[in-house]
């Protein structure tokens, strides 16, 4: 199987009570099965988010045929997703430079080490 990864940033409230939350909400068995469900449907085959202070790194390693547009729809369709996503808005907020309501914002690879 052929994957691709996708790497994304974004900032939470720099709140450690609102960070603690966020993080709680991660902890394994806490995520909605829901969220996890929809992840895997559209095509995801792992995810990891990564902290730092209060700016957060996600990881998406996806099938070859992974269609961003697709998964974007998916969310929007689903009114759990909507759900989940509302919530996490309360710990989330835009990077400086994001255009407004954008919260992920897509990394640009500037180093690759082999291959």
């Known amino acids: 199987m052929n994957t691709k990864k996708y790497c994304f940033s974004c900032d939470l409230k720099n709140d450690s009570k609102l960070i603690s939350e966020y993080k709680e909400h991660h902890l394994a ?47 929007a369709d689903n009114p759990k997703v909507q759900e989940w996503e509302k919530l996490m808005w309360n710990y989330q907020q835009e990077l400086p430079w994001a255009k407004d309501g954008e919260k992920w914002i897509p990394l640009e690879q500037v180093f690759k080490l082999g291959e």
Do not use: C, Q
């Open 29 to 75: 068995g806490n995520i909605w099965p829901e969220i996890t469900k929809s992840i895997k449907d559209a095509g995801v085959v792992n995810l990891e988010i990564y902290l730092t202070g209060n700016r957060m790194f996600m990881i998406m390693e996806v099938h070859e045929n992974f269609d961003p547009v697709k998964k974007a729809k998916m969310d």
